[in-house]
T-cell receptor, first 112, second 110 residues
Framework: EAQVTQNPRYLITVTGKKLTVTCSQNMNHEYMSWYRQDPGLGLRQIYYSMNVEVTDKGDVPEGYKVSRKEKRNFPLILESPSPNQTSLYFC???????????FGPGTRLLVL | DQQVKQNSPSLSVQEGRISILNCDYTNSMFDYFLWYKKYPAEGPTFLISISSIKDKNEDGRFTVFLNKSAKHLSLHIVPSQPGDSAVYFCAAYTGNQFYFGTGTSLTVIP
């Protein structure tokens, strides 16, 4: 089954404790992306990757890092999380025309 | 600054009638526009898209209209069904980036 998986689905952490949210897709897609969803703000793109070793900033990259060492994986790294990064995070992937993105189920993060 | 706006947070429609969801944008460089549907506790799912060189695209019960002069697009769902109740996001694409609206919650009343 074609899918995008994210782990963990729920995470509670404390300010400053480094964390990684994993994202994996099994569709051999080139384009992968991370979004955060906040009330009243919709989805905002954090980082995207056009292919292996090619990443770029989206609209709200501050406080986040990504890497793309393999085509299928695109982890999101928060080196020093802060409470304003409490949000719902989605990973997405697409191929060909990057507009038909497939989204993962989301990761709900709470930073205390 | 929000480049893609959905000014109606919610919409209620009777089953069988037409649902019209609206979206406005500010950036004339957008190449593609898309609509996504989202159920609670799930990721968004792609519904339909339209290129900036077209003014209409249909897929079954879903039709997207693009008015470039007004920088406005709309999604028509005919006939509306209870299973269509969800949050709908419009999105726009340019320069390898996506910009989403804030979403409209559609409720279809049986």
């Amino acid at each position: 089954e074609a899918q995008v998986t994210q782990n963990p689905r729920y995470l509670i952490t404390v300010t400053g404790k480094k964390l990684t949210v994993t994202c994996s897709q099994n569709m051999n897609h080139e384009y992968m992306s991370w979004y955060r969803q906040d009330p009243g703000l919709g989805l905002r793109q954090i980082y995207y990757s056009m292919n292996v070793e090619v990443t770029d900033k989206g609209d709200v990259p501050e406080g986040y890092k990504v890497s793309r060492k393999e085509k299928r994986n695109f982890p999101l790294i928060l080196e020093s999380p802060s409470p304003n990064q409490t949000s719902l995070y989605f990973c997405a992937s697409s191929s060909g025309g990057p507009w038909t993105q497939y989204f993962g189920p989301g990761t709900r993060l709470l930073v205390l | 600054d929000q480049q893609v706006k959905q000014n109606s947070p919610s919409l209620s429609v009777q089953e069988g009638r037409i649902s019209i969801l609206n979206c406005d944008y500010t950036n004339s460089m957008f190449d593609y526009f898309l609509w996504y549907k989202k159920y609670p506790a799930e990721g968004p799912t792609f519904l339909i898209s339209i290129s900036s060189i077209k003014d209409k695209n249909e897929d079954g019960r879903f039709t997207v209209f693009l008015n470039k002069s007004a920088k406005h697009l709309s999604l028509h769902i005919v006939p509306s069904q209870p299973g269509d109740s969800a949050v709908y996001f419009c999105a726009a694409y340019t320069g390898n980036q996506f910009y989403f609206g804030t979403g409209t919650s559609l409720t279809v009343i049986p």
